[in-house]
């Protein structure tokens, strides 16, 4: 479970969270390579699957949240959307729907 004292708690905080964190961890690369296990890699990875299943909690974060990952045409709303569509699928159904842990 996360710690929720600096955790986003809304749709619109996890994104910004997530595109800062992949953004601090994209800054990290040498030449032409993302290094991998690194506090910034680690961030960025929490941050994505906090995105993904973070609970809505009413139709406008629903849509907020689906509108990001599957109408946004850039590389950090695309590399969510493959983690919603693979490893946190369950937690991303389950999200829709306010669930929380869905998938753990």
């Not at 992949?22 to 032409?32: C, E, F, I, Y």
């Not at 929490?46 to 109408?71: D, I, Q, R």
């Amino acid at each position: 479970m996360l710690n929720r004292i600096n955790t986003p708690q809304t749709v619109a905080e996890a994104i910004a969270d997530y595109e800062a964190k992949l953004s601090a961890w994209t800054a990290t690369t040498v030449d032409g390579e993302l290094p991998e296990d690194t506090p910034e890699d680690k961030a960025a990875w929490t941050a994505e699957m906090h995105l993904v299943g973070l609970p809505c909690h009413s139709f406008e974060e629903v849509t907020a949240k689906v509108e990001y990952l599957f109408y946004t045409p850039t590389v950090a709303a695309e590399g969510a959307r493959d983690t919603a569509q693979t490893t946190g699928f369950h937690a991303f159904l389950g999200s829709l729907i306010g669930i929380e842990g869905a998938g753990e």
